[in-house]
Nanobody, 116 residues
Framework: QVQLVESGGGLVQPGGSLRLSCAAS????????MGWYRQTPGQQRAMVAT???????NYADSIKGRFTISRDNAKNTVYLQMNSLKPEDTDVYYC??????????WGQGTQVTVSS
């Protein structure tokens, strides 16, 4: 089992920045890719950004150039630096870990609200 704990969400004005963090614990040796997803109530969870253990990254088109995902393997932590935030970035953001056996683990979610 892998446990994920997110932090860093909150309320920010348009154009502002936030940094999300997600710390993994448990069987972290089994974790390959990690990432961030977002979800609006009533809609499907959507990929924001992912990063493999080797550092290969993938981003949703809507946030390219504004968000950066990074990973500290020694700390078993993944980050999402969110810059130039827009109101449409408002959502609940979830951390995800994909294990080598195909299991997916999710954090509890952190609310990001972009509003003036």
């Amino acid at each position: 089992q892998v446990q994920l704990v997110e932090s860093g969400g909150g309320l920010v004005q348009p154009g502002g920045s936030l940094r999300l963090s997600c710390a993994a614990s448990g069987n972290t040796f089994s974790v390959d890719a990690m990432g961030w997803y977002r979800q609006t109530p009533g809609q499907q969870r959507a990929m924001v950004a992912t990063i493999t253990s080797g550092g290969y990254t993938n981003y949703a088109d809507s946030i390219k150039g504004r968000f950066t995902i990074s990973r500290d393997n020694a700390k078993n932590t993944v980050y999402l630096q969110m810059n130039s935030l827009k109101p449409e970035d408002t959502d609940v953001y979830y951390c995800n870990a994909l294990a080598t056996d195909g299991r997916r683990y999710w954090g509890q979610g952190t609310q990001v609200t972009v509003s003036s």
